[in-house]
């Protein structure tokens, strides 16, 4: 299983449209991994996480064709993670010739009122529940619920058969009905991406993010309870600037002195 980060930062991006701290002043002089947009990832070039405003930039600068692309897993609905105005270009006029098969989306209840209203052939939502495995193409994929907002946010595991992963965005510390169903399985994880919002900052007050404190936090819990093991890989994403030490080039040595690799816009995983 190969994970493509497409994206790795928070909603403003990196460095924000319209900051002037120190993070997006570094970030927009050193350049590199440095930058981040919109967060997006995509398995094996043929299943999409999330479809922000950034997926065309994305596109462009990986070289891919989402005409081959025929499911997307939807974490929830905020708008750096999905921007359904963007999908009317699936429709009649705009995609040539017209696809056989068109792009399915996976998600919550929040999803469906928001998709343009174009051809269910072009664009299909399948709604999906909590703790009940589905499939999406070859995978076969588990929303858990996050700890992130008063809408249905969503993280997911991901299995072919062989490699499994946990790609935990929008989140702070997991819900208790996630950590129970987790324990319940035991599934044993080979990758683990983690929400670093807050970079080095500790002392959070505000349950839905994580830094590098809570990152620790849970992957203890998850060694204890046998999910993860020295050999998974543990990766921290979804950065803002408003982290402390969140740039790149700053984060890489703090993260790695504790065991995680830090993602930047376009890295690649197989496992």
């Given at each position: 299983m190969k994970l493509t980060y497409l994206g790795t930062g928070a909603a403003e991006g990196v460095p924000a449209l319209f900051c002037?701290?120190?993070?997006?002043?570094?970030?927009?002089?050193?350049?590199?991994?440095?930058?981040?947009?919109?967060?997006?990832?995509?398995?094996d070039d043929a299943l999409l996480i999330d479809f922000p405003c950034d997926t065309f930039s994305h596109c462009m600068a990986r070289g891919i064709n989402l005409s081959g692309v025929r499911?997307?897993?939807i974490t929830h609905v905020h708008?750096?993670?999905?921007?359904?105005?963007e999908?009317?270009?699936?429709?009649?006029?705009?995609?040539?010739?017209?696809?056989?098969?068109?792009?399915?989306?996976?998600?919550s209840e929040d999803v469906e009122p928001l998709l343009p209203a174009i051809e269910r052939k072009r664009l299909r939502f399948i709604r999906v529940a909590p703790f009940v495995p589905f499939s999406a193409g070859r995978y076969t994929v588990t929303a858990l619920k996050a700890a992130h907002s008063t809408d249905h946010p969503y993280l997911y595991v991901v299995s072919d058969g062989e490699t499994t992963l946990l790609y935990a965005h929008d989140t702070g510390l997991f819900p208790e009905e996630t950590r129970a169903y987790l324990t319940a399985h035991g599934t044993r994880f080979d990758l683990v991406s983690l929400d670093c919002t807050e970079g080095a900052k500790g002392g959070l007050t505000y349950p839905t993010h994580m830094g590098l404190e809570r990152n620790l936090l849970c992957r203890e819990w998850m060694r204890r309870e046998g999910l993860v093991d020295e050999s998974t890989v543990m990766v921290l994403n979804h950065f803002s600037h408003n982290g402390l030490h969140a740039g790149y080039d700053d984060f890489v040595p703090i993260a790695a002195a504790h065991g995680f690799?830090?993602?930047?816009?376009g890295m690649e995983i197989e496992r």
């Open positions: 002037d701290c120190e993070t997006c002043r570094n970030a927009l002089s050193r350049g590199g991994r440095n930058v981040r947009t919109r967060s997006q990832a995509l398995i499911h997307c897993l708008e750096d993670h999905f921007c359904p105005q999908l009317v270009y699936l429709d009649n006029g705009f995609t040539h010739p017209a696809p056989a098969y068109g792009l399915t989306l996976y998600g690799a830090v993602s930047y816009d």
